[in-house]
């Protein structure tokens, strides 16, 4: 049973556009997201979180929003550059314990 | 700062063969996690411990042992490998609840 869902395995984006990834989840429990990055042959880097008492935070180009009635989460990247061009995994929290659970991931294309 | 040290990199196995996977963080983190990345599945938990002295299955524990030596180590034991296990495998750790992980480089592991 996939708790968290990323539904889009590729989205390719002109670079200077506004990239949009997004993510859905099942477990009502979650109470911190998060979005990695990811290049070949690396590990996963943290790059923004958000706690469920927030629906959105910002850290410069990036900026996540959450709605949890629908249970949504959404990575916007403005503007998009280049060096974008990787995998995206958002994941999930459970309320009270430290397990962390990821989605399928979005591998993002950013055009010249 | 080494942050999370996975080894080894790479390594081959037959079919029956066992081996562990070692994983130290610096970090004085308390939490530590395996998981395994396989096309189009994203990173799916193994297994985790949420702090020193306790182990708790993640999404796909079959077939995996781990063994938290201390706070600093995090050991993924396969005792017979099957082909099945062939997959690029990430430890990570985080601090608490309402932090961001940490990731390895990742070991790939083929097994024939």
């Known amino acids: 049973d996939q708790q968290v869902k990323q539904n889009s395995p590729s989205l390719s984006v002109q670079e200077g556009r506004i990239s949009i990834l997004n993510c859905d989840y099942t477990n009502s429990m979650f109470d911190y997201f998060l979005w990695y990055k990811k290049y070949p042959a690396e590990g996963p880097t943290f790059l923004i979180s958000?706690?469920?008492?927030?629906d959105k935070n910002e850290d410069g180009r990036f900026t996540v929003f959450l709605n949890k009635s629908a249970k949504h989460l959404s990575l916007h990247i403005v503007p998009s550059q280049p060096g974008d061009s990787a995998v995206y995994f958002c994941?999930?929290?459970?309320?009270?314990?430290?397990?962390?659970?990821f989605g399928q991931g979005t591998r993002l294309t950013i055009n010249p | 700062n080494a942050g999370v040290t996975q080894t080894p990199k790479f390594q081959v196995l037959k079919t029956g063969q066992s081996m562990t996977l070692q994983c130290a963080q610096d970090?004085?983190?308390?939490?530590m996690y395996w998981y395994r990345q396989d096309p189009g599945m994203g990173l799916r938990l193994i297994y985790y411990?949420?702090?020193?002295?306790?182990?708790d299955k993640g999404e796909v524990p079959n077939g995996y042992n781990v063994s938290r030596l201390n706070k600093r180590e995090f050991s993924l034991r396969l005792e017979s490998a099957a082909p099945s296990q062939t997959s690029v495998y990430f430890c990570?750790?985080?601090?608490?609840?309402?932090?961001?992980?940490?990731f390895g480089q990742g070991t790939r592991l083929t097994v024939v």
């Open positions: 958000i706690s469920s008492i927030k």
């Open positions: 411990s949420a702090s020193e002295g306790t182990t």
């Open positions: 994941a999930a929290s459970f309320e009270g314990a430290q397990k962390l659970v």
């Open positions: 990570a750790s985080r601090h608490t609840r309402g932090t961001e992980a940490f």
């Open positions: 970090m004085n983190h308390n939490s």
